[in-house]
């Protein structure tokens, strides 16, 4: 389940919310129970452990690889 950021207006609270998509525009409460809040931008950041994948061969053309340079 998804989990998005919210800021409350009122005592400029950050929490965080696991909720379905469908409800993630859906009015929040704060834990001090305030409901005028907004939901925050968040970033996502991917991390991974396997190794960068082989660079892909290069079509030829011109002097630099192409070999038209004799």
Same mark, same amino acid.
């Given at each position: 389940? !998804?989990?998005y950021e919210y800021r409350c207006k009122a005592c400029g609270?950050?929490?965080e919310l696991?909720? !379905?998509m469908a409800e993630?525009? &859906?009015p929040a409460t704060c834990p001090e129970g305030h409901t005028d809040t907004v939901k925050l931008l968040s970033t996502v950041?991917?991390?991974g452990t396997g190794a960068a994948a082989p &660079? &892909? !061969?290069r079509a030829g053309g011109g002097c630099c690889g192409g070999? +038209? +340079?004799g």
């Open positions: 389940m !998804p989990r609270d950050t929490f696991n909720r !379905p993630s525009s &859906a950041a991917v991390t &660079a &892909a !061969p070999g +038209c +340079c």
